[in-house]
């Protein structure tokens, strides 16, 4: 990281949360996540260019969320770059957002199990007050979600909400995300949504919609 210094590092994690390093051929890449306004640049460049494919996305979102080293433009930019620099960044940077991706699976916090003793000791948030309020106020079973180092109490999304979703956020649209993220939320009371990392709905998402019946199901017996 010699092209930033310690002032201007501290000066960027206070604008974007965190940053990371990401070593790839021999360079130090530095990275941001990117939140809501950010990946709905990318979004909206692949629904109004359908010709679009991923090599133009991850290059859009690199350049997003890339701090730095950029390479020199004079020089031929990403083009005289080893070949796997750019898609192994975007899949990092959509990682260190809350994206859960396959690749980095293994090496991604994310995870989503019963609200109980175990959970809540194991990860110290949220407090055994914060839980006992949340069974309070919902009468369905809750799940405690983990993202690196922000939690989430969840519970399940019932069928008149999942219909009323439906209707009012188109398939495959990131506002649904926000939608069931927003319902099924309960503990902290307030997100702003906007300032969290982009990929937290959708990983949000994924686990809501485990604990409301549409897969976790382990076995399936004939009678």
């Known amino acids: 990281m010699d092209f930033l210094t310690q002032e201007q590092i501290d000066t960027l994690k206070k604008e974007y949360g965190k940053l990371y390093k ?10 941001r996540p990117v939140y809501k306004a950010d990946w709905e640049i990318v979004t909206k460049l692949a629904a109004d260019n359908p010709s679009v ?7 859009k979102l690199v350049d997003i969320a890339l701090i730095g080293p950029k390479p020199d433009v004079t020089k031929g930019g990403w083009a005289i770059v080893p070949a796997g620099v750019i898609p192994t960044l975007s899949k990092w940077i959509q990682a260190k957002s809350g994206f859960l991706v396959p690749d980095l699976a293994g090496q991604q916090e994310i995870s989503s199990e019963p609200i109980g003793g175990d959970a809540v000791s194991i990860y110290g948030k949220p407090s055994d007050e914060d839980v006992a309020t949340a069974k309070t106020q919902s009468s369905l079973k809750l799940n405690l979600v983990r993202i690196d180092d922000d939690y989430y109490i969840i519970r399940p999304l019932l069928r008149q909400e999942w219909r009323a979703i439906m209707k009012s956020a188109p398939e495959d649209s990131g506002e649904r995300d926000y939608l069931i993220a927003q ?7 307030k997100v702003n949504w906007d300032e969290t990392p982009a990929g937290y709905c959708s990983s949000i998402t994924g686990a809501v919609m485990n604990i409301s019946g549409y897969s976790g199901v382990t076995s399936v017996e004939e009678l």
């Open 22 to 31: 990401v070593p790839i051929c021999g360079t130090d890449y530095i990275i």
């Open 53 to 59: 494919g991923m090599p133009e996305l991850d290059e």
């Open 183 to 189: 319902r099924s939320v309960v503990w902290p009371k």
